[in-house]
């Protein structure tokens, strides 16, 4: 299980979303991506891509215009 | 043992698209949803961005509709691909720059050389003969299934029954019995198979799915290309046409100007790339200039910050002036009256 992080600050939706779904594809199951966006519609996006495609959403976190989704990649 | 087909489904997050995938869906065929990002979809962005917007909910609707129908969604960015659809579309313009039918052509496309690489065997949309002037007429629907090259694994499950049959209903994977006739502008059918489905919140987009057919949004467009000189764009460029007040002063320089809080910050992310001013002495909207200026323009373009800020009635406010290269500048100005405003400023 290894740790990453995704740089999303400054993109609209969908484009956190999309940039999600392509680093999770690289990813392994159990690995943890940490994202990093700006608009606040990631907060909605992200959790429900993730229940879509069986991720799982293990935080949020929102400071100074920042928003942090981390999720686990699922199987 | 039969083999489960396995379907795509354009999603846009309108009702059309979840209907069809419904429809299949209840058919026993494995469906997922894919759904394009050329740049100008409609979805979230300047939702989030005004302060307004705010109170309603920031749902992108093609994910919300793939979570209802309980299927996965793949969101593919075209932005690079699309530029051609928008650029040169071979069958023209709607009533604003929606090139509708080269669209279609497109993401039918895009979507049969993803069944390829994913073996999936056919392809769904929501289209239904009469519902749009351009791209949705009993003579333009052939022309989508040729130019795509998807042919007869594209499947309409809305309006199946006034077309010719197609592969999926050959083979057995649906049964065209269980497919639809609906024709006409008239959104009655598919609001009563909505309520039938169990199917009550729905996205219903006013125009099309997209900004393209926004007479506003298109006039921006326009005037961006004809500045350039040439019709090409870069994201950075339609994201920005999606906010704040545009006016063009002179040929030769736009002002960008934030309408809100909301936009003023979004608009702060573009700092790098252009000048901006902002009052120093009275609040008001952060203004990106496009276009290359000269003292007596960036004069002009800051009385008219000054005109939209608190100060307008001022007898002059202070306004910050940076450049991308040299010492932010401080200019005192007079704000602009409303008489001296054009309307013809307004793009
Ligand atoms: S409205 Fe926009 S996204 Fe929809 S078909 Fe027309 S050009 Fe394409």
Redesign the interface.
């Known amino acids: 299980m290894s740790h990453h992080k995704l740089d999303a600050t400054?993109l609209?939706?969908?484009?956190p979303?999309?940039r999600t779904?392509d680093r999770v594809a690289e990813l392994a199951s159990g690995d943890i991506l940490e994202i990093h966006c700006?608009?606040?519609?990631a907060?909605?996006?992200i959790p429900?891509?993730c229940?879509?495609?069986g991720h799982r959403v293990v935080g949020t976190q929102q400071a100074n215009?920042e928003i942090i989704v981390t999720l686990r990649v699922g199987s | 043992m039969s083999i489960t087909p396995k379907a795509v489904v354009l999603i846009s997050g309108g009702l059309d698209s979840m209907l069809a995938a419904k429809v299949v869906l209840d058919q026993g065929v494995h469906v997922e949803g894919i759904?394009f990002?050329t740049g100008f979809?409609v979805?979230?962005?300047t939702?989030?961005?005004r302060n307004q917007d705010?109170k309603k909910?920031?749902?992108?609707n093609?994910?919300?509709v793939?979570?209802q129908l309980g299927?996965?969604?793949?969101?593919?960015?075209v932005i690079e691909q699309y530029k051609d659809v928008v650029i040169n579309p071979k069958h023209g313009y709607g009533a604003n720059l929606n090139p509708c039918l080269d669209c279609k052509s497109f993401m039918v496309r895009k979507a049969k050389e993803w069944i390829e690489a994913h073996g999936f065997d056919f392809i769904v949309t929501g289209e239904v003969i009469g519902q749009r002037p351009m791209s949705q007429r009993r003579d333009t629907m052939p022309v989508i299934a040729q130019e795509s090259g998807a042919d007869d694994r594209l499947l309409r499950p809305l309006c199946a029954k006034l077309l010719p049959e197609t592969l999926p209903e050959r083979e057995g994977w649906v049964n065209r019995d269980a497919l639809y006739d609906f024709n006409g502008r008239s959104r009655k059918p598919q609001i009563a198979l909505a309520e039938q489905f169990g199917i009550e919140d729905y996205a219903q987009p006013a125009g099309g799915c997209c900004f393209l057919t926004d007479e506003k949004y298109s006039d921006k467009l326009r005037d961006l290309w004809v500045s350039q000189g040439e019709k090409r764009y870069e994201i950075d460029d339609i994201?920005l046409l999606k906010v704040g007040r545009h006016l063009r002063p002179r040929p030769h320089f736009k002002l960008i100007i934030g309408r809100d809080d909301g936009e003023n910050?979004y608009l702060k992310?573009y700092r790098h790339r252009f000048t901006y001013m902002y009052g120093t002495s009275h609040n008001g909207p952060l203004v990106l200039v496009e276009g290359q200026t000269n003292d007596s323009d960036l004069e002009l373009a800051a009385r008219i910050t000054a005109r939209f800020g608190q100060g307008r009635d001022a007898d002059n406010v202070r306004i910050e002036v940076v450049e991308q290269t040299g010492d932010p500048r401080n200019f005192k100005v007079v704000p602009l009256t409303r008489n001296e405003m054009q309307e013809a400023w307004y793009i």
């Not at chain 1, 609209?12 to 484009?15: D, E, F, K």
């Not at chain 1, 700006?38 to 519609?41: L, N």
């Not at chain 2, 909910?57 to 992108?60: A, E, L, V």
């Open positions: 400054n609209l939706c969908p484009m979303v999309i779904q700006t608009d606040p519609g907060l909605h996006d429900t891509w229940r879509i495609n215009n | 759904n990002f979809c979805e979230g962005h939702h989030a961005i705010h909910p920031k749902r992108n093609a994910l919300w793939a979570e299927i996965k969604l793949h969101i593919v960015d994201m910050n992310g």
